[in-house]
């Protein structure tokens, strides 16, 4: 069987369309006979050479939220790129097509379609946007991260497969709590704080914690990821600490192999909603205070309102944060109680083997088995 995967554009799509490669490769395909074609100068460009598999890019652009000029730029060019979808599908012969959304997926799904390849797509987000719902026109599934999601297709169409979390951080489920602190050099005991927003970074989060940085560490410990926008700031503001709260704060840029670990180390996190967080906070268990990126569609609204009504999270408005974060991080960490209950509510919603389960519908579609 040949898989041929489309998608990218953020690490939400790609990096569970990997963990289930890794699967479908246990399953016994070898990773020759899987295709991923993706965006020239996007994320994938980098993520997927890097994990042993070949790519082929297309060319393509966003034709929701943008100047109708642009918009039309990129129609044009999404409709050059269905010729070498075509011609790329016509050497590499896949079985079946697994897409992770976004607008790369369209004239790749469009050759398929005319090719009668059947195909799946990967719902990372409660919600899906304007692409993945159009793309689902043509799948004989699409494989939801969560239950909620199944209400926004025909009866039938969803499958519930779990959001599969990256090797890395599903490794370190596992590991002792007390030696993900010691590798931060950072005390058992005194409630830990990891906060995050992404490679690039979340400036408002960013900032209104380094508002009340101070205040925190009184209470408890930080490990920070900043992202590589603010880092020069946040590392000016960590040296001007004086010496005994400086002890109880990490910050770095990013962290690659050492995340999982921060995950572990924690007994709170505060983030962006993004599809990430439906399944890597239930992994760890791990109790979230939500921070919806406030300028993009919805999709991160509805996954931290999904969240938190499932007392798995809370959630603060972007544009209440410095008002309401510190607070807020100490009427959690300070009260052992409740976070066990909003811990025992996020372990709930783990699916452990999520990217198990996504694999084995690609298998399932790719042999005939789903019609």
């Excluded at 979390?165 to 931060?184: P, Y």
């Amino acid at each position: 069987m040949k898989v041929l995967i489309c998608g990218g554009g953020t690490g939400g799509h790609i990096y569970p369309a990997l963990s289930a490669v890794d699967e479908l490769n246990n399953m016994g395909i070898p990773l020759d006979d899987i295709l991923w074609i993706g965006t020239q100068g996007e994320i994938e460009e980098s993520l997927i050479p890097k994990h042993g598999l070949r790519l082929e890019t297309i060319v393509g652009g966003a034709i929701v939220g943008v100047p109708w000029r642009e918009r039309v730029v990129n129609l044009t060019k999404l409709a050059w790129s269905l010729g070498k979808a075509s011609r790329i599908m016509g050497s590499f012969k896949p079985s079946v097509l697994f897409m992770t959304g976004g607008y790369v997926n369209a004239p790749v799904a469009t050759a398929a379609w005319l090719r009668r390849i059947p195909s799946v797509i990967f719902l990372p987000d409660v919600e899906p946007g304007l692409a993945i719902r159009e793309l689902s026109r043509f799948a004989k599934r699409v494989a939801c991260a969560t239950e909620a999601s199944l209400s926004y297709f025909k009866p039938g169409k969803g499958v519930v497969t779990g959001y599969p979390v990256r090797g890395l951080l599903q490794e370190a489920t596992s590991i002792d709590k007390v030696e993900a602190l010691a590798r931060f050099n950072l005390k058992d005991g005194r409630p830990t704080l990891f906060v995050f927003g992404g490679s690039r970074g979340a400036r408002s989060i960013n900032r209104a914690l380094m508002t009340g940085l101070e205040q925190l560490l009184e209470y408890i410990q930080v490990i920070h990821i900043s992202g590589t926008l603010d880092w020069a700031e946040v590392k000016e503001n960590g040296n001007s600490l004086s010496d005994g709260p400086r002890a109880f704060y990490r910050a770095y840029p990013y962290l690659h192999e050492e995340m999982g670990l921060a995950f572990r180390a924690a007994d709170l996190v505060v983030a962006r909603a993004g599809a990430s967080m439906l399944g890597e906070g239930p992994a760890f268990g791990l109790p979230a205070i939500l921070v919806p990126y406030p300028h993009a569609w919805r999709y991160q609204k509805v996954n931290a309102d999904y969240l938190e009504e499932r007392g798995a999270a809370m959630t603060i408005r972007d544009e209440d944060l410095r008002e309401k974060l510190v607070e807020m991080v100490l009427e959690l960490t300070l009260n052992r109680a409740r976070l066990d209950d909003i811990s025992a509510a996020a372990k709930s919603l783990a699916a452990p083997d999520s990217a198990t389960n996504l694999a084995q519908l690609v298998m399932d579609i790719g042999s005939g088995a789903v019609k």
